[in-house]
């Protein structure tokens, strides 16, 4: 028998060398038992800080018990073709966790998006989701979440706010959905601009102050109370990740293909760093300098013709035996035309937390800018609102020199922090106290970032008080509110301004009050000539410089002439357009059913439709034209099972980053992470997240977004490998100290 060598040592020296090994073997056996083996009973449902093996993001679920948050990684891929654009949106939701999972995400888009496409790839299959009525596509999608089967469930919650639930995500495994939509390019004062909005700000929601009791009929004594002016609070108020203690995640990538239809001269990103190729004078290809970048702020390109911008554009699509139609026409400046009136300007500023930080700075460079450019005709006041309100004087004062240093030392004064109750600002800024005045012009500048979930209830103050006041809303930050400012813009028949940027402060403001002066277009009206073909919007708005007409049409065999006309002062204005020159183009159907939509519901808020029709009239021209609508949802269903029945599903919401700029202790007040909001701040029924066993912040990788998705490969077993380590070097001390060979029979 060939005798074992061991370093020099007597029996008993061997014996307890031998005693050491066997611990030690045995001790290492049981560490990687406890690595290997399978999750303990209930580890489908969540995790524990003590089975972390990495830095992780920790979703405390209600039942006490935590869950690794889902990751989500974003590509936007744009096609711009002449007036509209086409989105292909792709979301990768991988779950880190060892269990099932449903991931819901709330998420952007404009608020003049025609959402039509949802798709689900699963491996070499496609699975293409169909629009059906709300409620029907959300009990399909909770029969397929029960079944096992992978489905996805696009929701709108605003015009510019959806939210995508994705059911049976498989342990360590990812689900690819993508969604479609097409919007129109906006166009004013020479420019094209596309806009990408990319997180959800949180969003103050007021809670009820009273209550309205209806009793069922039957007489049983029952009844419901509720006028919640957000009914929908806790699904549009999903987690939100403090920038203090959480590395940027959502990782977003975009690329567009620009095809303008004219030559082009400048292409620009105001908040991105961006790559600009040219394929041709009329073609630009963009995207991101960075590769991929957090999902924590807007994103804006804007565009420029060279030379004279197009004046009139014309295009036509025929789907289903109808043709429809999109005209766009600027109107000439003439000058003038008629003398500017005298105004009374009311500036609203929200000083809010929402604001804090550069939102506050740009919003008081604003206002403070707007005082400058009031005339001693003019007359003038201020308020300013977060949970409470101030109004500077008792009623409108002269602009001299007096009242507005005092105006200037309030504002500069201003720091932010509380709620968001905007109805009361709104009202006191409403109030005409000359309303039989002619001679002068009632204006009303609103600056918010628009952060707010009662929108509907700023929309029937405004349409029920506007009186001869017109409301004109400037939009702040990173990541406005754009559905709150278009929407309140087009009641309060006035325009909207955005500001990014303090760079952008200047040049936006006084475009804003060069068209402030008075509408440039009054009166307008279109038709086409020998034709019922109703056209969109009705009534159509008044313009201001450099602001287009835009008209959409339905109808079949829509030819002739489309007439416009109005006046420019005091002086007739008409544009005839043979609607025989109109060019092809993409995507104008859905165009105007989401216009035929926005129409329906406008003619709610203004009372003329009853809250019964004017869902029933959405949901036909959702359905007829397969969109997404307040009535209407897209459901995508994987009929093959994937989830055994056995095991358990956990729902978690993809936590999102906090615009860029935003104060998190100002929004949610500084009892963080026991609680994310305070009652006064920020009401909002969210789970409470923590990070725990973090080694680091985890962050977005710059690599590009194929990496930033698949996080799953990203962590490794280091302990289990600094153990391994550690145990082969003490051996080898161990064998090192024994040096002297002994034979051992």
Same mark, same amino acid.
Request: proline share 4%.
């Given at each position: 028998?060939?005798? #074992?060598?061991?370093?020099?040592?007597? !029996?008993?020296?061997?014996?307890?060398? #031998?005693?050491?090994?066997?611990?030690?073997?045995?001790?290492?056996?049981?560490?990687?038992?406890?690595?290997?083996?399978?999750?303990?009973?209930?580890?489908?449902?969540?995790?524990?800080?003590?089975?972390?093996? $990495?830095? $992780?993001?920790?979703?405390?679920? !209600?039942?006490?018990?935590?869950?690794?948050?889902?990751?989500?990684?974003?590509?936007?891929?744009?096609?711009?073709s002449g007036p509209t654009a086409r989105t292909v949106l792709t979301q990768r939701f991988s779950n880190p966790s060892d269990g099932w999972v449903e991931g819901v995400y709330v998420f952007p888009l404009p608020e003049e998006a025609a959402v039509d496409t949802l798709k689900i790839v699963a491996g070499n299959r496609v699975i293409v989701g169909v629009v059906k009525e709300r409620q029907e596509a959300k009990a399909i999608y909770e029969a397929a979440k029960r079944d096992g089967q992978t489905a996805s469930l696009l929701e709108q919650e605003r015009p510019n706010l959806f939210t995508n639930s994705v059911a049976n995500i498989a342990p360590h495994a990812s689900v690819v959905v993508q969604i479609e939509y097409q919007e129109a390019v906006k166009q004013r004062d020479g420019m094209y601009s596309l806009r990408l909005p990319l997180v959800v700000a949180p969003r103050y929601n007021p809670m009820p102050i009273e209550q309205t009791v209806e009793f069922n009929p039957d007489g049983s004594g029952y009844g419901a109370a509720s006028n919640d002016p957000v009914p929908d609070r806790e699904r549009i108020s999903p987690p939100v990740l403090d920038p203090a203690v959480y590395g940027p995640v959502n990782p977003v990538s975009i690329s567009i293909n620009l095809n303008a239809g004219f030559a082009l001269d400048a292409v620009t990103s105001a908040y991105h760093k961006v790559n600009v190729t040219s394929s041709s004078d009329q073609s630009r290809t963009i995207t991101l300098a960075d590769s991929a970048v957090p999902a924590d702020k807007d994103f804006e390109l804007t565009w420029t013709a060279k030379g004279t911008a197009p004046q009139v554009g014309l295009f036509h699509e025929t789907v289903g035996g109808k043709d429809y139609l999109l005209a766009s026409i600027t109107p000439p400046s003439v000058a003038g035309a008629s003398a500017v009136l005298p105004r009374e300007t009311v500036f609203v500023i929200d000083n809010s937390g929402s604001m804090d930080g550069p939102s506050m700075d740009q919003a008081k460079a604003a206002l403070l800018l707007g005082l400058d450019k009031l005339t001693a005709k003019d007359t003038f006041n201020v308020i300013r609102f977060d949970d409470t309100m101030d109004v500077l004087f008792p009623t409108a004062v002269s602009a001299d020199k007096e009242h507005l240093d005092v105006a200037r030392r309030f504002v500069s004064a201003l720091s932010a922090n509380g709620g968001t109750e905007m109805i009361p600002p709104l009202k006191a800024a409403l109030q005409d106290d000359h309303a039989g005045d002619a001679s002068r012009l009632r204006q009303i500048v609103f600056i918010t970032d628009g952060a707010i979930g009662n929108e509907q209830e700023m929309f029937a103050l405004l349409s029920k008080n506007r009186g001869r006041s017109r409301v004109f809303m400037v939009g702040i930050g990173s990541a406005p509110n754009s559905y709150l400012m278009t929407r309140a813009a087009e009641l309060g028949r006035g325009t909207f301004t955005f500001i990014g940027d303090a760079a952008q402060v200047q040049d936006r403001m006084e475009g804003l009050f060069t068209k402030i002066g008075q509408p440039v277009v009054t009166g307008l009206v279109a038709e086409i000539a020998g034709s019922t073909v109703k056209l969109t919007p009705n009534p159509l708005p008044d313009l201001y410089r450099g602001e287009p007409v835009l008209v959409m049409a339905?109808?079949?065999?829509?030819?002739?002439?489309?007439?416009?006309s109005?006046?420019?002062g005091d002086a007739p204005w008409t544009a005839r357009l043979p609607l025989s020159g109109a060019a092809?183009?993409?995507?104008? $159907?859905?165009?105007?059913?989401? !216009?035929?939509v926005a129409d329906i519901e406008v003619e709610q808020t203004l009372g003329t439709l009853t809250p019964d029709d004017a869902n029933k009239q959405v949901l036909a021209v959702a359905l007829a034209h397969q969109i997404v609508s307040s009535q209407t949802s897209l459901i995508a269903v994987d009929k093959t099972p994937n989830r055994p029945l056995d095991q358990p599903l956990t729902r978690a919401d993809v936590p999102l980053n906090l615009p860029a700029g935003w104060n998190f202790e100002k929004v949610f007040g500084k009892d963080v992470p026991d609680k994310l909001q305070t009652p006064k701040q920020r009401d909002a029924s969210l789970e409470v997240y923590t990070q725990l066993a973090s080694l680091e912040k985890p962050v977005a990788q710059a690599s590009g977004l194929q990496q930033s998705v698949n996080l799953p490969q990203t962590a490794t077993n280091a302990e289990l490998l600094a153990l391994i380590g550690l145990v082969m070097l003490a051996m080898a001390a161990m064998l090192r100290v024994f040096s002297r060979p002994v034979a051992l029979a």
């Open positions: 028998m060939t005798p #074992i060598l061991l370093a020099g040592s007597t !029996r008993n020296q061997r014996k307890t060398f #031998i005693d050491i090994i066997v611990a030690v073997a045995l001790a290492f056996a049981f560490l990687l038992a406890g690595f290997f083996a399978p999750a303990k009973a209930g580890a489908a449902n969540g995790v524990g800080p003590n089975d972390m093996t $990495s830095g $992780s993001l920790l979703l405390k679920r !209600r039942d006490g018990g935590f869950i690794e948050a889902p990751r989500l990684g974003s590509d936007y891929n744009v096609s711009v339905e109808g079949e065999h829509v030819t002739g002439t489309l007439i416009v109005g006046k420019i092809e183009g993409k995507g104008i $159907s859905k165009l105007w059913a989401h !216009r035929k």
